[in-house]
C-alpha cells in the first residue's frame, strides 16, 4: 500500500500528515529563531530550563493547547472541509487532468498518428524527391552520357578522319613504297635473267632458292643456295646468274634498301 | 643352135611373166622408178634383139655350159630392190624361175643367195634386211622346186656395196640380192 | 601433343610471316646456254719441247659434253697459272664464271708434275685444286682426268671424259683392198690402237660392263660370226656361229650374258646367251626381223628393233632372270624409221637411227616425258652410243663421203667431229667408266 493509495483511500489522512507536519515545522521554525548562533549550548539549556517550568504554567499551557486544540479541531474541521473540497476539486482536477491526459493521449495518438502519416507523407515526398532526384541524376547523366558519346563520337570521327588522312598516306607511301619495290623487282628481274644461262638438260622442274645480300650500292655481297634444286649446275647457274647481275638495281631510299632489298631471294623456276 | 635357144628363152620369159601375174607371190607396190626402167631395159634386151617365135623352152632344158654363157638367161643374177622392201620385183620372177628351173634340172648345182643393202639406216638392221630379201627369193624358188640345200642364204647388209656412190642410182643398184653359182 | 602441335602450327606460322617478308624475285627464264669458262694455257716450266696442250685438250672436252662454252685464247685477258696471281675483277668483267689456271713442271725422271686449280670468278675462290704426277705418255690422260674434275666439281655429275671408244675403220692397203680395223681410242678419238685387223667386214663393236673385251661381228669366214676379243690380251675366240645371222651382240650389264640376233630359226630373232653355258634364251617370236637388241640398265629389259609393224621401229620386251615377260611394246611413233638404240645408264633416253625426209639423223626419246628430240643434222648418221654419263653421245656421220665419228651432246647443243687421219670410221661404242687392266 502505497501512500498514495492510502491518500486516495482516506484524504483526511492527507489533511492530518499536512497539518502535523505544518505543526512540527512551525514549532521547529520557532526553536530555531530563538537560538541563532549556538545550536548546541542552547540546547542544553533549554533541557535544564524545562524542568524548572512550573505547574499553572503547565495548565496555562494546557489551556493553552486546549485552545490551540480546539481551534485546532476547528481548523481541522475546515481543513476537514478544505481538504474534502479539496479532494473533490483535486478529483475534480484528476478527472479534468485525466481527461486532460487523455485528451493528450488521444491527442498523443491522433498525434502520433499524425505525425506517422506525416512521416510516411514525408518519406513519400523524401522519396519522391529522392525519386526526382534520381531522375534528375539519371538524366543529367543520361545527358553526361550523350554529351560523352558525342564528344568520343566527335573524337572518333576526328579521330577516323585523322586516321583516313593517315592510311591514305600510309596507304600512298605504301603504294609508292610499292611502285618503287615493283620497278627495282622489274628491273632486277631483268637483270638477273639476262645474266642467267643454264641449259634444259641439267634437268626437268628444277627450282632453287639464291639468297642475296647487297651492299647499300647493290653491290652483291653474297648469293647463296638457300633451297637447293637438287641438281649442282643447275645450282651454280643460279648463284651465277645473281653474281654477274652485281650490282643490282636498288631504290635509293636507305629505308627501303634496309627493309626490302638488303636481304631477299631470287627463286629460279624455268619451268613457268 | 645359139639363136635357136635365145628363142626360147624369150618365149619361157613371157611364159613366166603370165604365170607369175597369177602366181601366189602378188607385189604390193611401191615400185621404184629408177630401177624400174633399168630392169625394163634389160628386159627390152632381149626382147628387142629377138624375134618372138612360137617355140617352147625353159631353164629345165639348158646345159650347165649356159652358167658361163654371158648370153644366157642364166647370166642374170642380180635381183634388185626396192627401198625397206624385201619383195621380188614383177619384172624379176622371171629371172628368178629360170634359175629355180635351171636349179631344179641340175640338183647337184647349188648356190648362194647373198643379199644386201644399200648404206643407209642402221647396219644390223641393213644385216637383216638383206638376209631378208635373199631369203625371199630362196621361197620362190623353192617353190618352184629347188631342193633347199641347194640354197645357202647369206647377208653382208651394206657392208659390201657394190657402187660406191652416195646417191640414189648407187643405192639402187646395192638394194640387191646376188645369185652365185657355187663353183662357176 | 596439343600443345606441341600448337607450337609447330605457330612456329611455322612465324616462318611463314618471316618469309612473305622477305622479298623474293622469281626468275622464270634465262638464255640456254653453256656456261662460259675460260682456260689459260698452262705455264710450262722447264726445259725441252713443250708436249700437247693441256688447255686444249680441256677445252675441247668441256666444249664436247655441251656444258661448257671456253673462251678462245684471244680473249684471255691475262694469263696467270696459279690463283694467287688473279685478278678476279678483270675476269668478272669478261662476265666469265670459272677460270682455270696451272702449270706444268718437267720432272728429273722425264715426267711432269701438273698443278691446276678452278676458280670461282664471281666469288674469288677456288673450287677445285690438284697436284697431279703424269707420265710423259699419258699426258693427253691426264687432260681428260683435269677434264673430268672441272666437269664434276660444276655440275655434280661424272665426267666421261677420261674414257674411251671402239669403233671399225676401213682403209685400203697397198693392193687397194680393204681393210677392215677394229679400234679403240681415248673418248675423243686420240691414241688410236688397231686390236684387230681383217679383209672381211667387221660389225657391231660391244664392251662388256668392266671394259676389257670387245664382242664384234666377223666376216672371216665368209658369213657373221660373233667373237670375243681381250683388248688387252688381244686373244679373241669364236663365241657364236649359228647358221644364218650371228649378229647384233650387245654385252649385258652383268657381264654374263651376250643379247644378240640369230636366224638359225628361220628369221632374224633376238636370243640372250649364257656367255659361260652358252645356253640360248629365245627372246621374240615374229615373222618380221627382230634385231638391234639393247640392255635397259640392271637387265630389266631389252630394247630390239622390228619391222613387225611394217616398218623399222623400237620395241621393248621386259626380262625376269633373262626370260621375257608379256609382250613386246613398241616405243617409237615418230616417223616410219626408229632403229638401233643405245640407252643411257640412267635409262632417261634410248637414241636411235631417225629417219626424216630420207635423211638418218640420231634422235634422243626421253622415256619419262616422251619428248623426241632430233640432234644432228647429217644425211647418214648412224651407231649412237652414249657416253657412260649419259650425256653425250657419239655417233657415226660422213664427211665428204667419207665416214667419222662426231659428239653430240643429250640435248644436241653441243656437235663436235673427232679427227682421223685417214679411213672410214664407223659403229662407235663408247666404253664404260672403268677400264680394269
Same mark, same amino acid.
Given at each position: 500500500?502505497?501512500?498514495?493509495?492510502?491518500?486516495?483511500?482516506?484524504?483526511?489522512?492527507?489533511?492530518?500528515?499536512?497539518?502535523?507536519?505544518?505543526?512540527?515545522?512551525?514549532?521547529?521554525?520557532?526553536?530555531?529563531?530563538?537560538?541563532?548562533?549556538?545550536?548546541?549550548?542552547?540546547?542544553?539549556?533549554?533541557?535544564?530550563?524545562?524542568?524548572?517550568?512550573?505547574?499553572?504554567?503547565?495548565?496555562?499551557?494546557?489551556?493553552?493547547?486546549?485552545?490551540?486544540?480546539?481551534?485546532?479541531?476547528?481548523?481541522?474541521?475546515?481543513?476537514?472541509?478544505?481538504?474534502?473540497?479539496?479532494?473533490?476539486?483535486?478529483?475534480?482536477?484528476?478527472?479534468?487532468?485525466?481527461?486532460?491526459?487523455?485528451?493528450?493521449?488521444?491527442?498523443?495518438?491522433?498525434?502520433?498518428?499524425?505525425?506517422?502519416?506525416?512521416?510516411?507523407?514525408?518519406?513519400?515526398?523524401?522519396?519522391?524527391?529522392?525519386?526526382?532526384?534520381?531522375?534528375?541524376?539519371?538524366?543529367?547523366?543520361?545527358?553526361?552520357?550523350?554529351?560523352?558519346?558525342?564528344?568520343?563520337?566527335?573524337?572518333?570521327?576526328?579521330?577516323?578522319?585523322?586516321?583516313?588522312?593517315?592510311?591514305?598516306?600510309?596507304?600512298?607511301?605504301?603504294?609508292?613504297?610499292?611502285?618503287?619495290?615493283?620497278?627495282?623487282?622489274?628491273?632486277?628481274?631483268?637483270?638477273?635473267?639476262?645474266?642467267?644461262?643454264?641449259?634444259?638438260?641439267?634437268?626437268?622442274?628444277?627450282?632453287?632458292?639464291?639468297?642475296?645480300?647487297?651492299?647499300?650500292?647493290?653491290?652483291?655481297?653474297?648469293?647463296?643456295?638457300?633451297?637447293?634444286?637438287?641438281?649442282?649446275?643447275?645450282?651454280?647457274?643460279?648463284?651465277?646468274?645473281?653474281?654477274?647481275?652485281?650490282?643490282?638495281?636498288?631504290?635509293?631510299?636507305?629505308?627501303?634498301?634496309?627493309?626490302?632489298?638488303?636481304?631477299?631471294?631470287?627463286?629460279?623456276?624455268?619451268?613457268? | 643352135?645359139?639363136?635357136?635357144?635365145?628363142?626360147?628363152?624369150?618365149?619361157?620369159?613371157?611364159?613366166?611373166?603370165?604365170?607369175?601375174?597369177?602366181?601366189?607371190?602378188?607385189?604390193?607396190?611401191?615400185?621404184?622408178?629408177?630401177?624400174?626402167?633399168?630392169?625394163?631395159? %634389160? !628386159?627390152?634386151?632381149? #626382147?628387142? /634383139?629377138?624375134?618372138? @617365135?612360137?617355140?617352147?623352152?625353159?631353164?629345165?632344158?639348158?646345159? $650347165?655350159?649356159?652358167?658361163?654363157?654371158?648370153?644366157?638367161?642364166?647370166?642374170?643374177?642380180?635381183?634388185?630392190?626396192?627401198?625397206?622392201?624385201?619383195?621380188?620385183?614383177?619384172?624379176?620372177?622371171?629371172?628368178?624361175?629360170?634359175?629355180?628351173?635351171?636349179?631344179?634340172?641340175?640338183?647337184?648345182?647349188?648356190?648362194?643367195?647373198?643379199?644386201?643393202?644399200?648404206?643407209?639406216?642402221?647396219?644390223?638392221?641393213?644385216?637383216?634386211?638383206? %638376209? !631378208?630379201?635373199?631369203? #625371199?627369193? /630362196?621361197?620362190?624358188? @623353192?617353190?618352184?622346186?629347188?631342193?633347199?640345200?641347194?640354197?645357202? $642364204?647369206?647377208?653382208?647388209?651394206?657392208?659390201?656395196?657394190?657402187?660406191?656412190?652416195?646417191?640414189?642410182?648407187?643405192?639402187?643398184?646395192?638394194?640387191?640380192?646376188?645369185?652365185?653359182?657355187?663353183?662357176? | 601433343?596439343?600443345?606441341?602441335?600448337?607450337?609447330?602450327?605457330?612456329?611455322?606460322?612465324?616462318?611463314?610471316?618471316?618469309?612473305?617478308?622477305?622479298?623474293?624475285?622469281?626468275?622464270?627464264?634465262?638464255?640456254?646456254?653453256?656456261?662460259?669458262?675460260?682456260?689459260?694455257?698452262?705455264?710450262?716450266?722447264?726445259?725441252?719441247?713443250?708436249?700437247?696442250?693441256?688447255?686444249?685438250?680441256?677445252?675441247?672436252?668441256?666444249?664436247?659434253?655441251?656444258?661448257?662454252?671456253?673462251?678462245?685464247?684471244?680473249?684471255?685477258?691475262?694469263?696467270?697459272?696459279?690463283?694467287?696471281?688473279?685478278?678476279?675483277?678483270?675476269?668478272?668483267?669478261?662476265?666469265?664464271?670459272?677460270?682455270?689456271?696451272?702449270?706444268?713442271?718437267?720432272?728429273?725422271?722425264?715426267?711432269?708434275?701438273?698443278?691446276?686449280?678452278?676458280?670461282?670468278?664471281?666469288?674469288?675462290?677456288?673450287?677445285?685444286?690438284?697436284?697431279?704426277?703424269?707420265?710423259?705418255?699419258?699426258?693427253?690422260?691426264?687432260?681428260?682426268?683435269?677434264?673430268?674434275?672441272?666437269?664434276?666439281?660444276?655440275?655434280?655429275?661424272?665426267?666421261?671424259?677420261?674414257?674411251?671408244?671402239?669403233?671399225?675403220?676401213?682403209?685400203?692397203?697397198?693392193?687397194?683392198?680393204?681393210?677392215?680395223?677394229?679400234?679403240?681410242?681415248?673418248?675423243?678419238?686420240?691414241?688410236?690402237?688397231?686390236?684387230?685387223?681383217?679383209?672381211?667386214?667387221?660389225?657391231?663393236?660391244?664392251?662388256?660392263?668392266?671394259?676389257?673385251?670387245?664382242?664384234?661381228?666377223?666376216?672371216?669366214?665368209?658369213?657373221?660370226?660373233?667373237?670375243?676379243?681381250?683388248?688387252?690380251?688381244?686373244?679373241?675366240?669364236?663365241?657364236?656361229?649359228?647358221?644364218?645371222?650371228?649378229?647384233?651382240?650387245?654385252?649385258?650389264?652383268?657381264?654374263?650374258?651376250?643379247?644378240?640376233?640369230?636366224?638359225?630359226?628361220?628369221?632374224?630373232?633376238?636370243?640372250?646367251?649364257?656367255?659361260?653355258?652358252?645356253?640360248?634364251?629365245?627372246?621374240?617370236?615374229?615373222?618380221?626381223?627382230?634385231?638391234?637388241?639393247?640392255?635397259?640398265?640392271?637387265?630389266?629389259?631389252?630394247?630390239?628393233?622390228?619391222?613387225?609393224?611394217?616398218?623399222?621401229?623400237?620395241?621393248?620386251?621386259?626380262?625376269?632372270?633373262?626370260?621375257?615377260?608379256?609382250?613386246?611394246?613398241?616405243?617409237?611413233?615418230?616417223?616410219?624409221?626408229?632403229?638401233?638404240?643405245?640407252?643411257?645408264?640412267?635409262?632417261?633416253?634410248?637414241?636411235?637411227?631417225?629417219?626424216?625426209?630420207?635423211?638418218?639423223?640420231?634422235?634422243?626419246?626421253?622415256?619419262?616425258?616422251?619428248?623426241?628430240?632430233?640432234?644432228?643434222?647429217?644425211?647418214?648418221?648412224?651407231?649412237?652410243?652414249?657416253?657412260?654419263?649419259?650425256?653425250?653421245?657419239?655417233?657415226?656421220?660422213?664427211?665428204?663421203?667419207?665416214?667419222?665419228?662426231?659428239?653430240?651432246?643429250?640435248?644436241?647443243?653441243?656437235?663436235?667431229?673427232?679427227?682421223?687421219?685417214?679411213?672410214?670410221?664407223?659403229?662407235?661404242?663408247?666404253?664404260?667408266?672403268?677400264?680394269?687392266?
Amino acid at each position: 500500500m502505497t501512500i498514495w493509495q492510502t491518500i486516495r483511500n482516506n484524504p483526511s489522512v492527507l489533511a492530518w500528515a499536512i497539518i502535523i507536519h505544518v505543526l512540527a515545522f512551525i514549532a521547529i521554525g520557532v526553536s530555531f529563531k530563538s537560538s541563532d548562533p549556538k545550536i548546541s549550548t542552547f540546547k542544553k539549556e533549554k533541557v535544564i530550563e524545562a524542568i524548572a517550568v512550573d505547574e499553572s504554567k503547565i495548565q496555562e499551557e494546557i489551556n493553552k493547547l486546549k485552545k490551540a486544540d480546539k481551534r485546532k479541531k476547528r481548523d481541522q474541521k475546515r481543513l476537514q472541509d478544505k481538504a474534502k473540497k479539496a479532494k473533490k476539486d483535486r478529483k475534480k482536477e484528476e478527472r479534468k487532468l485525466q481527461a486532460i491526459k487523455k485528451k493528450q493521449k488521444e491527442q498523443e495518438v491522433i498525434n502520433k498518428k499524425k505525425s506517422i502519416k506525416e512521416n510516411k507523407r514525408l518519406a513519400e515526398i523524401e522519396r519522391k524527391q529522392k525519386e526526382t532526384q534520381n531522375e534528375l541524376n539519371k538524366l543529367e547523366k543520361q545527358q553526361q552520357e550523350k554529351k560523352a558519346l558525342l564528344e568520343k563520337e566527335e573524337k572518333d570521327r576526328q579521330e577516323k578522319i585523322a586516321e583516313k588522312k593517315r592510311a591514305s598516306e600510309k596507304r600512298k607511301r605504301e603504294e609508292h613504297e610499292n611502285a618503287e619495290i615493283e620497278k627495282y623487282r622489274y628491273l632486277i628481274n631483268n637483270k638477273v635473267s639476262r645474266n642467267w644461262i643454264y641449259l634444259d638438260s641439267y634437268g626437268k622442274g628444277l627450282v632453287c632458292i639464291i639468297e642475296i645480300r647487297l651492299l647499300p650500292s647493290g653491290d652483291v655481297l653474297s648469293a647463296n643456295v638457300i633451297q637447293s634444286s637438287g641438281n649442282i649446275a643447275f645450282d651454280r647457274s643460279a648463284e651465277l646468274a645473281a653474281m654477274r647481275a652485281s650490282p643490282f638495281p636498288v631504290p635509293k631510299s636507305t629505308d627501303l634498301f634496309q627493309r626490302k632489298f638488303r636481304k631477299m631471294n631470287v627463286k629460279f623456276n624455268p619451268t613457268k | 643352135m645359139i639363136k635357136l635357144m635365145r628363142y626360147f628363152i624369150v618365149l619361157s620369159v613371157v611364159v613366166t611373166l603370165a604365170g607369175c601375174n597369177l602366181g601366189p607371190l602378188k607385189k604390193r607396190g611401191g615400185k621404184s622408178a629408177d630401177t624400174t626402167t633399168e630392169i625394163q631395159d %634389160e !628386159k627390152n634386151k632381149y #626382147t628387142d /634383139k629377138e624375134d618372138s @617365135t612360137a617355140k617352147f623352152s625353159s631353164g629345165e632344158s639348158m646345159d $650347165v655350159s649356159s652358167l658361163n654363157d654371158p648370153n644366157s638367161p642364166l647370166s642374170q643374177r642380180v635381183l634388185y630392190f626396192d627401198l625397206d622392201s624385201s619383195q621380188i620385183k614383177d619384172e624379176d620372177r622371171e629371172v628368178v624361175t629360170v634359175h629355180a628351173e635351171f636349179l631344179a634340172a641340175h640338183s647337184d648345182i647349188t648356190i648362194v643367195l647373198e643379199g644386201h643393202a644399200d648404206e643407209r639406216g642402221s647396219r644390223e638392221y641393213n644385216i637383216a634386211l638383206g %638376209e !631378208k630379201r635373199a631369203k #625371199t627369193v /630362196k621361197q620362190l624358188m @623353192t617353190l618352184q622346186g629347188v631342193a633347199e640345200n641347194q640354197i645357202q $642364204v647369206i647377208s653382208f647388209g651394206e657392208e659390201r656395196p657394190v657402187a660406191l656412190g652416195h646417191d640414189a642410182s648407187a643405192w639402187n643398184l646395192n638394194r640387191r640380192v646376188e645369185i652365185l653359182y657355187t663353183g662357176y | 601433343m596439343l600443345r606441341k602441335s600448337i607450337l609447330i602450327l605457330f612456329s611455322w606460322l612465324l616462318v611463314n610471316s618471316l618469309a612473305h617478308a622477305i622479298l623474293t624475285i622469281e626468275i622464270t627464264s634465262g638464255s640456254e646456254g653453256a656456261q662460259p669458262i675460260a682456260i689459260v694455257p698452262f705455264q710450262w716450266v722447264g726445259k725441252g719441247t713443250r708436249p700437247a696442250s693441256l688447255k686444249n685438250i680441256i677445252a675441247a672436252d668441256l666444249q664436247r659434253s655441251g656444258q661448257f662454252s671456253p673462251l678462245p685464247n684471244k680473249d684471255l685477258i691475262s694469263q696467270p697459272h696459279q690463283g694467287t696471281e688473279v685478278k678476279y675483277k678483270t675476269w668478272r668483267a669478261l662476265n666469265v664464271g670459272y677460270l682455270v689456271v696451272g702449270k706444268i713442271q718437267v720432272m728429273a725422271d722425264d715426267s711432269y708434275q701438273i698443278q691446276f686449280q678452278l676458280l670461282d670468278v664471281f666469288k674469288g675462290r677456288q673450287l677445285a685444286g690438284y697436284s697431279i704426277r703424269s707420265l710423259n705418255s699419258g699426258l693427253r690422260r691426264t687432260a681428260h682426268h683435269i677434264s673430268d674434275i672441272i666437269y664434276k666439281t660444276i655440275t655434280g655429275e661424272e665426267g666421261a671424259f677420261n674414257t674411251h671408244i671402239s669403233y671399225i675403220t676401213v682403209t685400203k692397203d697397198k693392193q687397194n683392198k680393204k681393210r677392215y680395223q677394229l679400234a679403240i681410242a681415248d673418248a675423243d678419238g686420240y691414241n688410236e690402237k688397231i686390236i684387230y685387223s681383217s679383209s672381211q667386214p667387221l660389225m657391231s663393236p660391244s664392251w662388256s660392263p668392266d671394259g676389257t673385251r670387245l664382242a664384234y661381228v666377223s666376216f672371216l669366214n665368209g658369213r657373221p660370226e660373233i667373237y670375243v676379243q681381250n683388248i688387252f690380251s688381244a686373244k679373241k675366240e669364236k663365241l657364236v656361229s649359228f647358221k644364218g645371222l650371228n649378229n647384233a651382240p650387245r654385252w649385258s650389264p652383268d657381264g654374263k650374258h651376250l643379247a644378240l640376233t640369230l636366224s638359225k630359226d628361220g628369221n632374224p630373232e633376238i636370243y640372250i646367251m649364257n656367255i659361260n653355258s652358252r645356253k640360248l634364251t629365245r627372246i621374240t617370236r615374229s615373222y618380221a626381223i627382230d634385231t638391234e637388241p639393247e640392255w635397259l640398265p640392271g637387265g630389266k629389259g631389252l630394247i630390239f628393233t622390228s619391222d613387225r609393224g611394217g616398218s623399222p621401229q623400237l620395241y621393248e620386251v621386259k626380262l625376269n632372270r633373262n626370260k621375257p615377260i608379256g609382250r613386246a611394246q613398241r616405243l617409237t611413233f615418230e616417223g616410219n624409221y626408229n632403229s638401233r638404240a643405245s640407252v643411257s645408264n640412267d635409262g632417261r633416253y634410248i637414241a636411235m637411227v631417225h629417219r626424216t625426209q630420207g635423211k638418218f639423223r640420231i634422235a634422243v626419246l626421253e622415256r619419262e616425258t616422251k619428248h623426241f628430240n632430233v640432234l644432228t643434222n647429217g644425211n647418214l648418221d648412224e651407231s649412237p652410243s652414249f657416253a657412260p654419263n649419259g650425256r653425250m653421245i657419239i655417233y657415226a656421220t660422213e664427211e665428204k663421203f667419207r665416214g667419222i665419228l662426231s659428239v653430240v651432246s643429250v640435248d644436241g647443243r653441243a656437235r663436235q667431229r673427232l679427227s682421223f687421219k685417214q679411213g672410214d670410221v664407223r659403229e662407235p661404242v663408247w666404253s664404260p667408266y672403268k677400264i680394269n687392266k
